[in-house]
């Protein structure tokens, strides 16, 4: 989930608070979130929510998608420095552990085509298979 500078800039210039946050939220990982967040706060004092004091958080060994994904949507309904902050830490530790899944999604999009086509050739075989053999076959000496 990564968002161009553009966009980012355009979030920058709105009066939208969400789509802010969510520009932010989209620009993680990346090298210069810092001068991003500074930048934020300086057109958007009332960026970060008041830390709602929940700590749910995981040992590091069970960060994974789905619990990035559950953080992510704590962070959706309470914008606090502290959750951003842990989304991110979380963010770069599943980046690092498993690698980013939409890469490796016209893969699987591949894989999934091959099947699908597969599946096809194989129905349409069975449905006029018979047919196509009775007329191939009729006029072979062995079936006559």
């Known amino acids: ?24 939220v989209a620009s993680v ?9 500074a930048a934020a706060e300086a057109r958007v004092p009332e960026l970060w929510d008041i830390h ?5 958080v995981k040992p590091s060994t069970s960060w994974d998608e789905s619990y990035l994904e559950a953080v992510r949507s704590q962070l959706l309904v309470n914008f606090s420095r502290e959750r951003f902050d842990h989304y991110c830490e979380v963010r770069q530790h599943v980046l690092r552990a ?32 018979p047919s196509i053999f009775r007329v191939i076959f ?4 062995l079936f006559g």
């Open 1 to 24: 989930m990564s968002i161009q500078p553009l966009d980012f800039k355009r979030a920058m210039q709105g009066q939208d608070i969400a789509a802010l946050r969510t520009a932010l």
């Open 29 to 37: 990982p990346l090298a210069g979130i810092e001068g991003r967040i």
């Open 52 to 56: 709602d004091g929940e700590t749910n």
């Open 98 to 129: 498993f690698g980013d899944a939409r890469s490796n999604r016209p893969q699987h999009r591949l894989v999934s085509i091959i099947i699908v086509v597969g599946l096809l050739g194989l129905g349409a075989l069975l449905l006029f298979g």
């Open 138 to 141: 009729s006029n072979s000496p």
